[in-house]
Protein backbone atom coordinates (compact mmCIF):
# COMPACT_ATOMS: atom_id res chain seq x y z
CA UNK A 1 0.00 0.00 0.00
CA UNK A 2 1.72 3.42 -1.18
CA UNK A 3 2.13 6.20 1.62
CA UNK A 4 0.79 9.51 0.56
CA UNK A 5 1.52 13.00 2.42
CA UNK A 6 -0.84 15.41 2.16
CA UNK A 7 0.02 18.79 2.79
CA UNK A 8 -2.92 21.17 2.35
CA UNK A 9 -3.16 25.16 2.95
CA UNK A 10 -3.65 28.31 1.41
CA UNK A 11 -0.40 28.21 -0.10
CA UNK A 12 -0.80 32.34 0.48
CA UNK A 13 2.51 32.09 -0.82
CA UNK A 14 3.81 28.68 -0.93
CA UNK A 15 7.10 28.86 0.97
CA UNK A 16 10.19 27.29 1.91
CA UNK A 17 8.86 26.08 5.25
CA UNK A 18 6.14 24.06 3.73
CA UNK A 19 8.90 22.24 1.37
CA UNK A 20 10.62 21.36 4.43
CA UNK A 21 8.28 19.97 6.22
CA UNK A 22 7.08 17.69 3.16
CA UNK A 23 10.94 17.33 2.61
CA UNK A 24 10.88 15.73 6.41
CA UNK A 25 8.24 13.61 5.53
CA UNK A 26 9.64 12.00 2.55
CA UNK A 27 13.50 12.06 4.20
CA UNK A 28 11.63 9.76 7.49
CA UNK A 29 10.35 7.44 5.19
CA UNK A 30 6.75 8.37 6.48
CA UNK A 31 5.27 8.42 3.14
CA UNK A 32 6.40 7.49 -0.57
CA UNK A 33 4.45 10.70 -2.32
CA UNK A 34 3.59 14.20 -1.02
CA UNK A 35 0.84 15.94 -2.77
CA UNK A 36 0.09 19.63 -2.16
CA UNK A 37 -3.70 20.80 -2.07
CA UNK A 38 -3.81 24.49 -2.64
CA UNK A 39 -7.12 25.57 -1.21
CA UNK A 40 -9.71 27.35 -3.47
CA UNK A 41 -12.13 28.24 -1.02
CA UNK A 42 -10.68 28.38 2.38
CA UNK A 43 -13.54 27.71 4.99
CA UNK A 44 -12.00 31.60 6.91
CA UNK A 45 -11.84 33.90 3.96
CA UNK A 46 -9.69 36.74 4.40
CA UNK A 47 -8.47 39.81 2.86
CA UNK A 48 -4.66 39.65 1.11
CA UNK A 49 -6.23 35.71 -0.64
CA UNK A 50 -4.04 35.64 -3.69
CA UNK A 51 -6.61 33.91 -6.99
CA UNK A 52 -6.94 30.11 -6.59
CA UNK A 53 -5.26 30.30 -9.78
CA UNK A 54 -2.22 31.91 -9.21
CA UNK A 55 -1.48 29.93 -5.45
CA UNK A 56 -1.76 26.60 -7.81
CA UNK A 57 0.72 28.00 -10.06
CA UNK A 58 2.83 28.89 -7.35
CA UNK A 59 2.74 25.32 -6.09
CA UNK A 60 3.55 23.70 -8.86
CA UNK A 61 6.32 25.98 -9.61
CA UNK A 62 7.74 25.35 -5.92
CA UNK A 63 7.39 21.46 -6.31
CA UNK A 64 8.47 21.34 -9.62
CA UNK A 65 12.01 19.52 -9.85
CA UNK A 66 11.48 17.90 -6.34
CA UNK A 67 11.52 13.85 -5.70
CA UNK A 68 8.60 12.33 -4.51
CA UNK A 69 6.39 16.08 -4.56
CA UNK A 70 3.22 16.50 -6.83
CA UNK A 71 0.09 19.57 -6.89
CA UNK A 72 -3.34 17.87 -6.30
CA UNK A 73 -5.96 19.91 -7.79
CA UNK A 74 -9.07 18.82 -5.90
CA UNK A 75 -9.86 21.56 -3.94
CA UNK A 76 -8.91 24.06 -6.94
CA UNK A 77 -11.71 22.19 -8.51
CA UNK A 78 -14.26 22.08 -6.45
CA UNK A 79 -16.92 24.94 -5.84
CA UNK A 80 -17.95 26.31 -2.75
CA UNK A 81 -15.93 26.25 0.66
CA UNK A 82 -13.65 23.16 0.76
CA UNK A 83 -13.32 20.63 3.91
CA UNK A 84 -10.72 18.52 4.40
CA UNK A 85 -13.34 15.29 4.97
CA UNK A 86 -14.69 16.05 1.42
CA UNK A 87 -11.18 16.06 0.57
CA UNK A 88 -10.68 12.84 2.27
CA UNK A 89 -13.55 11.08 0.82
CA UNK A 90 -12.99 12.02 -2.71
CA UNK A 91 -9.17 11.34 -2.66
CA UNK A 92 -9.99 7.29 -1.11
CA UNK A 93 -12.37 6.61 -3.60
CA UNK A 94 -9.86 7.78 -6.45
CA UNK A 95 -7.36 6.12 -4.50
CA UNK A 96 -8.44 3.34 -2.33
CA UNK A 97 -5.08 1.28 -2.76
CA UNK A 98 -3.15 4.68 -0.91
CA UNK A 99 -2.88 5.11 3.28
CA UNK A 100 -2.93 9.03 3.87
CA UNK A 101 -1.08 10.72 6.32
CA UNK A 102 -2.08 15.04 6.91
CA UNK A 103 0.87 16.96 7.23
CA UNK A 104 0.16 19.52 10.12
CA UNK A 105 1.64 22.06 12.04
CA UNK A 106 1.82 21.27 16.02
CA UNK A 107 -0.06 24.37 16.25
CA UNK A 108 -2.60 22.82 14.51
CA UNK A 109 -3.44 19.97 17.26
CA UNK A 110 -5.14 22.74 19.18
CA UNK A 111 -7.92 23.62 16.81
CA UNK A 112 -8.58 19.89 15.15
CA UNK A 113 -11.38 19.89 17.18
CA UNK A 114 -12.51 22.56 15.04
CA UNK A 115 -12.02 20.40 11.79
CA UNK A 116 -15.71 19.68 9.60
CA UNK A 117 -16.65 16.26 11.33
CA UNK A 118 -13.22 15.29 12.74
CA UNK A 119 -14.55 12.01 13.95
CA UNK A 120 -14.60 10.79 10.18
CA UNK A 121 -11.54 12.71 9.36
CA UNK A 122 -9.35 10.33 11.56
CA UNK A 123 -10.51 7.43 10.32
CA UNK A 124 -9.25 8.71 6.92
CA UNK A 125 -5.84 9.66 7.82
CA UNK A 126 -3.05 9.08 9.73
CA UNK A 127 -0.99 12.90 10.77
CA UNK A 128 2.56 13.94 10.60
CA UNK A 129 3.08 16.52 13.15
CA UNK A 130 6.30 19.37 12.64
CA UNK A 131 6.90 21.56 15.30
CA UNK A 132 7.45 24.77 14.17
CA UNK A 133 9.66 27.78 16.03
CA UNK A 134 8.55 29.26 19.37
CA UNK A 135 6.07 26.17 19.80
CA UNK A 136 6.10 24.17 22.79
CA UNK A 137 7.16 20.81 22.34
CA UNK A 138 5.95 19.20 25.42
CA UNK A 139 2.60 20.51 24.98
CA UNK A 140 2.17 19.38 21.22
CA UNK A 141 2.62 16.04 22.52
CA UNK A 142 0.19 16.15 25.36
CA UNK A 143 -2.01 17.17 22.85
CA UNK A 144 -1.40 14.35 20.28
CA UNK A 145 -1.92 11.98 23.16
CA UNK A 146 -5.13 13.40 23.43
CA UNK A 147 -6.12 12.64 19.99
CA UNK A 148 -4.51 9.43 19.93
CA UNK A 149 -6.82 8.27 22.75
CA UNK A 150 -9.96 9.26 20.78
CA UNK A 151 -8.35 7.20 17.97
CA UNK A 152 -6.55 9.35 16.04
CA UNK A 153 -2.74 8.59 14.59
CA UNK A 154 0.09 10.66 15.22
CA UNK A 155 3.57 10.78 14.38
CA UNK A 156 6.12 13.63 15.36
CA UNK A 157 8.52 14.25 12.07
CA UNK A 158 12.30 14.72 12.99
CA UNK A 159 13.02 17.59 11.84
CA UNK A 160 14.52 21.25 12.97
CA UNK A 161 11.48 24.02 12.76
CA UNK A 162 11.82 26.87 9.90
CA UNK A 163 11.20 30.12 10.88
CA UNK A 164 9.17 31.00 7.41
CA UNK A 165 5.92 31.97 7.43
CA UNK A 166 3.36 33.71 4.36
CA UNK A 167 2.05 36.51 6.55
CA UNK A 168 6.04 37.44 6.73
CA UNK A 169 6.13 37.00 3.58
CA UNK A 170 3.09 38.90 2.47
CA UNK A 171 4.59 41.84 4.91
CA UNK A 172 8.08 42.02 3.17
CA UNK A 173 6.58 42.29 -0.59
CA UNK A 174 4.61 45.15 0.67
CA UNK A 175 7.87 46.85 2.09
CA UNK A 176 9.43 46.14 -1.35
CA UNK A 177 12.23 43.74 0.63
CA UNK A 178 13.90 40.90 -0.85
CA UNK A 179 12.53 37.36 -0.31
CA UNK A 180 16.01 35.69 -0.26
CA UNK A 181 15.78 31.89 1.45
CA UNK A 182 11.96 32.50 2.19
CA UNK A 183 10.22 31.26 -0.76
CA UNK A 184 11.74 29.24 -3.59
CA UNK A 185 13.54 32.34 -7.09
CA UNK A 186 11.08 30.92 -9.01
CA UNK A 187 8.05 31.71 -7.34
CA UNK A 188 9.21 34.95 -6.17
CA UNK A 189 9.93 35.89 -9.77
CA UNK A 190 6.17 34.60 -10.25
CA UNK A 191 5.00 36.90 -7.60
CA UNK A 192 6.65 39.90 -9.10
CA UNK A 193 5.75 39.38 -12.22
CA UNK A 194 2.06 39.43 -11.39
CA UNK A 195 2.46 42.21 -8.92
CA UNK A 196 1.16 39.63 -6.12
CA UNK A 197 0.90 41.04 -2.74
CA UNK A 198 1.60 44.70 -3.17
CA UNK A 199 -0.10 46.09 -0.12
CA UNK A 200 -0.07 43.65 2.69
CA UNK A 201 -3.60 41.76 4.07
CA UNK A 202 -5.10 39.38 6.75
CA UNK A 203 -3.95 35.69 6.76
CA UNK A 204 -2.77 32.19 7.29
CA UNK A 205 -3.12 28.82 6.60
CA UNK A 206 -6.30 26.94 6.65
CA UNK A 207 -8.09 26.64 9.34
CA UNK A 208 -10.51 23.91 8.85
CA UNK A 209 -13.66 25.29 9.97
CA UNK A 210 -17.13 23.97 10.76
Given at each position: MQQIGLMGGSFNPIHCGHLHMARAALHAGAVDRVLFLPSGHPPHKHAGLADKRDRLEMTRLAVYGERGMAVCTEEIDRDGVIYT????????ARMPDCRFHYIIGADTLAVLHTWRRIGDVIELCAFL???????????????????AACGAQMRFLPMMPQAVSSTEIRARL?????????VPPQVEAYIRAHGLYETDGDDETRKDGV
Open positions: VDTLTALRVAMRPGEDEEEARRLAAQWAQRLPLEGL
